[in-house]
T-cell receptor, first 110, second 117 residues
Framework: GQQVMQIPQYQHVQEGEDFTTYCNSS?????IQWYKQRPGGHPVFLIQ?????EVKKQKRLTFQFGEAKKNSSLHITATQTTDVGTYFC??????????FGTGTRLKVLA | DTGVSQDPRHKITKRGQNVTFRCDPI?????LYWYRQTLGQGPEFLTY????????KSRLLSDRFSAERPKGSFSTLEIQRTEQGDSAMYLC???????????????FGQGTRLTVV
């Protein structure tokens, strides 16, 4: 079945450093979504990427969808303590079901 | 509040008991998902409804699990004869899909944390 892996599993950075998490799917995706989950909270939608090679930016966050639509990345520039949480990608291979990645837990040290 | 709501937020039950969770999606959303999340893991897909029709059920879901969405509005997830391995956060999400269009973002509820003792 479809699998979605993320690396790294954990990342500790000093405040102000950059952070990147990578998402890889075993199958070609129709689209991919990114979510952020704070400790004790529920996943909150960040963005959706649909087109091959698509790049979207949200302030300090840059999202990229690979040309083959099997991988994606999230890059945060100059991390802040408010960026703490677990970042999940969720890939859609068919028309409805999203398979979540394993997540990358980000810790930002002040 | 127009978000996805789940009830109860927490449930502690003895092994072997039955439990039922409720999810009220965003009113205009036609798609409803149930996911299960254990500590340190990503949400695992359990089942999905398009309006009132249950279109897919994960093989993770044993026969002890059943979900319904009567009238295409709220949904319930029932677990019969609970086991300790059922302890997890059960998340409900809803989204809207236009005919022939793309699925929009999913909105998650706060989840129901189940502890089986």
């Amino acid at each position: 079945g479809q699998q979605v892996m993320q690396i790294p599993q954990y990342q500790h950075v000093q405040e102000g450093e950059d952070f990147t998490t990578y998402c890889n799917s075993s199958t070609t995706l129709s689209n991919i979504q990114w979510y952020k989950q704070r400790p004790g909270g529920h996943p909150v939608f960040l963005i959706q990427l649909v087109k091959s090679g698509e790049v979207k930016k949200q302030k300090r966050l840059t999202f990229q969808f690979g040309e083959a639509k099997k991988n994606s990345s999230l890059h945060i520039t100059a991390t802040q303590t408010t960026d703490v949480g677990t970042y999940f990608c969720a890939g859609q291979a068919g028309t409805y079901k999203y398979i979540f990645g394993t997540g990358t837990r980000l810790k930002v040290l002040a | 509040d127009t978000g996805v709501s789940q009830d109860p937020r927490h449930k502690i039950t003895k092994r072997g008991q039955n439990v039922t969770f409720r999810c009220d999606p965003i009113s205009e959303h036609n798609r409803l998902y149930w996911y299960r999340q254990t500590l340190g893991q990503g949400p695992e897909f359990l089942t999905y409804f398009q309006n009132e029709a249950q279109l897919e059920k994960s093989r993770l879901l044993s026969d002890r699990f059943s979900a319904e969405r009567p009238k295409g509005s709220f949904s319930t997830l029932e677990i019969q004869r609970t086991e300790q391995g059922d302890s997890a956060m059960y998340l409900c999400a809803s989204s809207f899909m236009e005919s022939g269009g793309w699925n929009t973002e999913a909105f998650f509820g706060q989840g129901t944390r189940l502890t089986v003792v």
